[in-house]
């Protein structure tokens, strides 16, 4: 027993070493090299108006260019569109903007100016194209409209050609006056232009097992 304990006390202490050695490589291939509190930003485009604008709680620039970023609050502007996003943390892998990674309380707020509809949109994990103006994961879902709130599993959303699709498991509560209709579907697509929602049987598989791996992926989920 005592030869057995001396072994497993040995691997513990190997095992600890090796963690240790491995949590110091990563510290030393990434350092910091910037951060700054309670930052704003924006970006312009040729004829000086705003594309979009960045605030946050604190900003990690780091000298691989990793950028990690607390509180992020992410505006964009597009033609009588405004959107809002925000959540508790973001990572700019490449510190260009060109995809986010948000995590925890996922907040999408679009609101149209031309006739005033707004679309709330929430999830715990996205990675949100900025290039694309496209939001996926492959998390559980809410959608919020003026009449109807739907849930659902996976989501691909075109905000740039206004389609919202809900890969599988979705499930859509309209309200028509004092009544309520709840609408089930494997799949359901909205198109924020004409305001239409299309209900599929058939779960959009491929697309959530592609999203599903690059979340996981990113995001480090079992």
């Not at 350092?31 to 709680?57: C, E, P, Q, R, V």
């Not at 679009?110 to 005033?116: E, M, Q, V």
């Not at 709840?182 to 299309?198: A, H, L, P």
Request: positive net charge; hydrophobic residues 35%.
């Amino acid at each position: 027993m005592k030869k057995f304990n001396l072994i497993y006390c040995f691997f513990c202490l190997l095992l600890t070493t090796n963690l240790y050695v491995l949590a110091s490589d990563v510290t030393e291939q990434r350092k910091l090299k910037n951060k700054i509190h309670n930052f704003s930003s924006k970006n312009i485009d040729t004829d000086m108006s705003t594309k979009w604008s960045l605030a946050g709680l604190y900003l990690e620039k780091y000298d691989d260019n990793y950028t990690f970023i607390k509180n992020p609050k992410l505006k964009m502007f597009n033609t009588n569109l405004i959107t809002n996003i925000s959540s508790e943390t973001a990572i700019d892998p490449t510190g260009e903007m060109s995809e986010i990674y948000l995590k925890s309380n996922v907040s999408v707020n679009r609101k149209n100016s031309s006739n005033g509809n707004v679309i709330k949109l929430y999830t715990s994990y996205a990675i949100f194209y900025l290039s694309k103006d496209l939001i996926e994961t492959d998390q559980d879902v809410t959608i919020i409209t003026s009449d109807s709130t739907t849930t659902g599993n996976g989501l691909s959303a075109d905000l740039d050609i206004g389609l919202i699709t809900i890969l599988s498991d979705a499930e859509r509560t309209v309200r028509e006056g004092d009544q309520l209709q709840k609408i089930k579907g494997n799949q359901m697509i909205y198109n924020t232009k004409t305001d239409e929602w299309i209900v599929k049987n058939k779960p959009a598989s491929n697309l959530k097992k592609s999203i599903k791996n690059k979340v996981t992926t990113t995001f480090n989920l079992n």
